[in-house]
């Protein structure tokens, strides 16, 4: 989840602060690109997430004074209390490296330099291109306002299938056996989805390792253990963060020109992104329903995303129910963090139940079943996926 900058309540995402940052950077380019660097302007994106620092910059390169723009990835940082336990920022680079300069053309921004070294700004980081795109707004939620909203039945149609193309083009590529298994660095006779799961009961312990668990996660991961999929199908690149609000698109229209944020990149299922697309436009729209807003019901629906998949890559998705139920679990675990890090900063404070810290609560609860969830979310989507599958 994204927190805006102007937000009173905002989660603090870092302690670096960019006018520490300047001059080193702009030092650090210069060796790196041969020429003289100035960076002409340094921002963070409001509305970023927490999960890694980003800085936007816009820079004169040479004695042409060429301007560039470009983005630099920071990993986070280890007192700012991070999102995700495991964070391999050289990883992400490779994977962009593959994925940019593959012939499919998944469309990603091109990486040029990676420094693994702390001492420049205080923690790694990579340079990539700084693709020109709109993003889904998370502050307030593109189902509440925005150029979602507003946009026409088409126009969503047209950007459902533009993601899912571009999806697509990342499951289209075979990557070289070393990033596979770094990737997935499964044991023999371990699939790859069940190294995922693994991954993520070990999330789970990590974040709980406070003392505070939560009934509802682990009653979930029951669930999937039980209902696990009989046919997994071949593992792709799965992109892992898989949602609207990480894909720049077109200024002027609704085509994808950029998937963004490759922390939760793994080896898997292709379902594993889909499922994820479809849950965190759940989690979006049932924001905007206990807000009492319309939102977008009928946006991304699992059968609209499942037929285009089908069409443009020519695989059938199957057990998205499960995919869908895992997703709004790995999210959960994700909430769960997030609240930590609230407390952390002062920004907030334990109830008497601490499955109250996962929004979407009611969402996983109707997925895993429960016949009197809590009264917020759609549950028509878990129905759909039911009849789908």
């Known amino acids: 989840m994204e927190m805006d900058d102007s937000n009173e309540n905002k989660v603090d995402r870092s302690t670096l602060q960019s006018d520490d940052l300047r001059d080193r950077l702009q030092s650090w380019l210069s060796k790196r690109v041969g020429a003289e660097v100035r960076i002409l302007d340094l921002s963070k994106p409001t509305g970023s997430g927490m999960s890694s620092e980003t800085l936007l910059l816009t820079v004169s390169v040479g004695e042409e004074n060429e301007e560039r723009a470009w983005v630099a990835r920071l990993a986070p940082l280890a007192r700012d209390q991070p999102v995700f336990q495991h964070y391999d920022l050289g990883l992400q680079f490779r994977l962009l490296e593959i994925l940019a300069n593959d012939t499919l053309s998944a469309p ?28 889904p707004p998370d502050v307030p939620p593109y189902p509440f306002a925005g150029w979602i909203l507003d946009a026409s039945d088409d126009e969503r149609h047209e950007l459902l299938e533009s993601t ?7 499951h ?26 693994q991954q993520q ?23 999937l253990d039980a209902k696990f999929p009989s046919n997994e199908g071949p593992p792709v690149i799965s992109w892992g963060d898989a949602r609207i609000g990480n894909v720049l698109y077109a200024e002027d229209g609704f085509d994808a020109v ?10 898997g299922p292709r379902e594993l992104d889909l499922g994820w697309l479809c849950f965190m436009h759940t989690f979006f729209q049932s924001i905007a329903e206990m807000a009492g807003q319309p939102g977008l019901s009928d946006f991304l629906a699992p059968s609209d995303v499942a037929k285009h998949y089908k069409a443009t890559s020519g695989h059938e998705l199957a057990d998205l129910t499960w995919y869908y139920t895992y997703a709004a679990t790995r999210h959960a ?3 769960a963090r997030i609240h930590r890090r609230m407390v952390h900063f002062g920004q907030a404070e334990w109830g008497a139940d601490p499955d109250a810290v996962i929004l979407h609560r009611a969402v996983l609860e109707k997925a895993l079943g429960d016949s009197t969830p809590a009264s917020i979310g759609d549950a028509s989507v878990s129905d759909e996926l039911r009849q789908n599958d």
């Open 172 to 197: 289209a590529v075979r990557p070289p056996p070393g990033l596979a298994k770094d990737l997935c660095p499964a044991p023999a006779g371990t699939s790859s989805l069940r190294w995922h799961v």
């Open 258 to 267: 950029g998937l963004l944020d490759w922390e939760m990149a793994a080896l």
């Open 108 to 135: 990603v921004p091109r990486p040029h330099w990676l420094e693994l070294d702390d001492s420049i700004l205080g923690t790694p980081f990579f340079v990539m291109d700084r693709i020109q795109g709109r993003v």
């Open 333 to 335: 675990c994700i909430m």
């Open 164 to 170: 899912v193309d571009a999806i697509a083009a990342v």
């Open 201 to 223: 009961r070990a999330y789970y312990e990590w974040i709980v390792s406070d003392g505070i668990r939560h009934p509802l996660i682990e009653r979930a991961f029951e669930w």
